[in-house]
């Protein structure tokens, strides 16, 4: 079956970027979601597609796919975007949706 | 603007059943699909299977096959997860979550979670 990967963390001072990583076989031919999840909070879609974004979300949020991985960017990193984030596939043989096991942004 | 309210939270023994409920407003139910994630203390985001509620039909994760039950009653806009055989590694909160449409595989409204709490 499919797996998709994330790094357990990423730390970033505030002002920089962040890029946070979803592996998977060949993923640059699936559509890859990801999500925002604050804690005690609901996860909140932040990138749809590979790259679209969600009405109210910040330019700041972006995201790229090719190959075997799939990132999402945030730049000019702001303590408020402390989360965790989850990319999110489907895949078509088992038609199943597949989470990564998400990715905890520390803002130092 | 949709909105999902999800039932309160459940306490529950071993081998006993739950069922928790998510209620929309605003939109079209029956245009969407209707999913539920779970998520046990301390981990990640779980798929456990939708339902189009215009269809009536449902597609399970291979893990909860024989063990869960997703249903939707169109009248009252409510959807339904129904999980039996309960262990301890079932406590988690469970959210439910509206596609965005038609067979679009990402989720733009999520319910509020409901705890369900195993033990003996």
């Known amino acids: 079956s499919y797996v998709v990967t994330q790094p357990p963390s990423v730390s970033v001072a505030p002002g920089q970027t962040a890029r946070i990583t979803c592996g998977g076989s060949?993923?640059?031919?699936?559509?890859v979601h990801w999500y925002q999840q604050k804690s005690g909070q609901a996860p909140v879609l932040v990138v749809y597609d590979d790259t679209d974004r969600p009405s109210g979300i910040p330019e700041r949020f972006s995201g790229s796919n090719s190959g075997n991985t799939a990132t999402l960017t945030v730049s000019r990193v702001e303590a408020g975007d402390e989360a965790d984030y989850y990319c999110q596939v489907w895949d078509s043989s088992s038609d199943h949706v597949l989470f990564g096991g998400g990715t905890k942004l520390t803002v130092l | 603007q949709v909105q999902l309210v999800q039932s309160g939270a459940e306490v529950r023994k071993p081998g006993s059943s739950v069922k928790v409920s998510c209620k929309a407003s605003g939109g079209s139910f029956s245009s969407y699909s209707i999913n539920w994630v779970r998520q046990a203390p301390g981990q990640g985001l779980e798929w456990m299977g939708g339902i189009i509620p215009i269809l009536g039909i449902a597609n399970y994760a291979q893990k909860f096959q024989g063990r869960v039950t997703i249903t939707a009653d169109k009248s009252t806009n409510t959807a339904y997860v129904e999980l039996r055989s309960l262990r301890s590694e079932d406590t988690a909160v469970y959210f439910c979550?509206?596609?965005?449409?038609?067979?679009?595989?990402?989720?733009?409204?999520w319910g509020q979670g409901t705890l369900v709490a195993v033990s003996s």
């Open positions: 979550a509206k596609n965005a449409g038609g067979s679009i595989r990402y989720y733009d409204y």
């Open positions: 060949n993923i640059g031919s699936k559509s």
